[in-house]
């Protein structure tokens, strides 16, 4: 039987969404154990009964947001995330999901779960909504590592190609650089150089993507540095929350935009849907032995259940033995 | 007499949009005198009055888009941009203003008009607007200069320093270092070595900004190296230019939506205008010496109207000579 471990005190809306989902997600998978991790007083007054499927491990600490990674992961060995790692590398669970401290999360992942033989460092990927696809894209890293090299981006973009393959079952996934240009002589050497490795390789190499088409790409994955990263992923953040915050203040400046609110209510409703992180679930973090799974830090109750859902898919499609294979045959 | 300099075959919408602003700019400044750079014959052809303050310079070729920069400067010697560059070292005119090429425009700059003595890297800054200020924000370096060390980061901050104070009449600039965290203890090393140098310097440096907070921000320059700049600028870029096709499509639905779209008109239009660079004008490429003015690639004739008023501006202000002040009190 599949064991979701589950660190249920981590992000900004737990542990309460996070219960909650695992509550309805374990009445509706009777054949998934779920493991939640974390303080279990708090966590059984969350639990109004009797649901066989669920286990609670107490946790007596939690990492926080603000928490140096490295040293958090070293200290707080009581910890939600900390006692989680463990357990999945005594392979008492299936995968480890947490919404918690993205920098923990990779530390706990490379200090206790370890690497996959022949990657020298984990990378974090998003998976984004593009309105040129109906799947999901790629992108990574996200910033597990700050500084990289380019046999570090060439294995991103070859774990990302086994994920499109075994999770979303792309045949031939189309990889693309994110760049400043087209051309194939941009940016630094770092993407000077990865550019003629990602050519040379087996891998569907499509060429430089640059930032301003990424919300509209129809290729599946974009690598780059983990630096880079950061900035392209929260700049995205930066301008959705600012046109969110626009347009609530357009619709509700006065009666008669409220009026106009209404009047295009559904049609921006489908446009945020699918430009929505919530319906994507949760991201691997690729290049670790087993499965560790980030949910976003603002997942609520129906992110945190979708999170679930996907951490299902990839334990079913047995995602680490995928990528461990596809690694071997390089 | 002030002289701009104006290469009018550089830009999605040159000459026409360029040449026109350009009349209603003479007509109305006769206290100016405009040098146009271009086919004369195209440009006289545009022009349907005499007009005693502009001056058509002819010039034969015309520097594209995707031309290579360095090589374009080299060969095209009688490109609009080339001639206009050579009369600005000159002396014959007070700045040169272009949308073409960025890169060659830099070029241009760097190998015609030169550097200003103790400046490694000329900067590409954007002003950008904030919903948070009534005031642009400048970032720096945009691109160009793909790579950069401790000291061009020192050098950006210190340049827009000097221009904030002496264009927009800031007295104390607040100067941050965008980067992955808020923590000083962030980044890769080029980051958390500018972060102490800024520390240490005389500038009123307020610490890191992540790039979620740049179209909110409430300081006056953020920093950054071109690689980085490139992208976080692309990435606003396509984000805004999505969040404008959706908004269409979404107002243009059915009636229903069109007749909301009516109601919330003049709401979204102050806030479109509040983002627009239109009203921005054109930015200077820092570090050089004389004055190169860069008009975003896709103005139109209200953009380049605006471009020229702020090149009179920065003219007036004594921009350069106030430049080579600040860096030699260093």
Do not use: W
Request: hydrophobic share 40%; aromatic share 6%.
């Amino acid at each position: 039987m599949i064991n979701i471990g589950f660190d249920v005190f981590g992000g900004d809306n737990s542990p309460n969404a996070a219960v909650a989902a695992a509550v309805k997600f374990a009445k509706e998978n009777g054949d998934v154990k779920i493991t939640l991790y974390g303080k279990e007083a708090i966590i059984n007054d969350l639990i109004s009964e009797e649901i066989s499927n669920i286990e609670i491990v107490n946790a007596t600490e939690k990492i926080e947001g603000n928490d140096e990674p490295t040293i958090a992961i070293r200290r707080k060995k009581d910890s939600s995330m900390v006692i989680g790692a463990n357990a999945l590398k005594n392979c008492e669970v299936d995968c480890l999901l947490s919404a918690g401290n993205t920098g923990a999360l990779v530390a706990a992942g490379v200090f206790i779960v370890r690497r996959i033989k022949g990657i020298d460092r984990p990378a974090l990927p998003g998976l984004m909504p593009s309105t040129n696809r109906n799947k999901p894209v790629m992108l990574l890293d996200l910033g597990a590592n700050i500084e990289a090299k380019e046999e570090h981006l060439m294995q991103y973009a070859k774990m990302a190609n086994i994920y499109m393959q075994s999770i979303l079952q792309v045949k031939e996934p189309e990889v693309g650089l994110l760049n400043i240009g087209a051309e194939e002589n941009k940016g630094t050497d770092l993407y000077k150089n990865t550019y003629q490795n990602l050519s040379a390789s087996e891998l569907k190499f499509v060429g430089n993507i640059e930032a301003r088409d990424i919300l509209t790409t129809k290729h599946d994955i974009i690598v780059m540095d983990g630096f880079t990263g950061n900035m392209v992923l929260k700049t995205l953040e930066g301008s959705i929350a600012l046109f969110n915050d626009t347009l609530k203040s357009v619709f509700l400046a006065n009666i008669k935009t409220k009026i106009g609110a209404l009047l295009v209510k559904s049609r921006l409703k489908s446009f945020k849907e699918n430009m929505d992180y919530k319906e994507i679930g949760a991201t691997p973090i690729l290049g670790l032995n087993k499965l560790v799974l980030k949910a976003h830090g603002s997942s609520d109750e129906r992110a945190f259940y979708s999170a679930l859902k996907s951490a299902k898919v990839m334990i079913e499609a047995d995602l680490i033995n995928e990528m461990k294979r596809g690694l071997e045959n390089e």
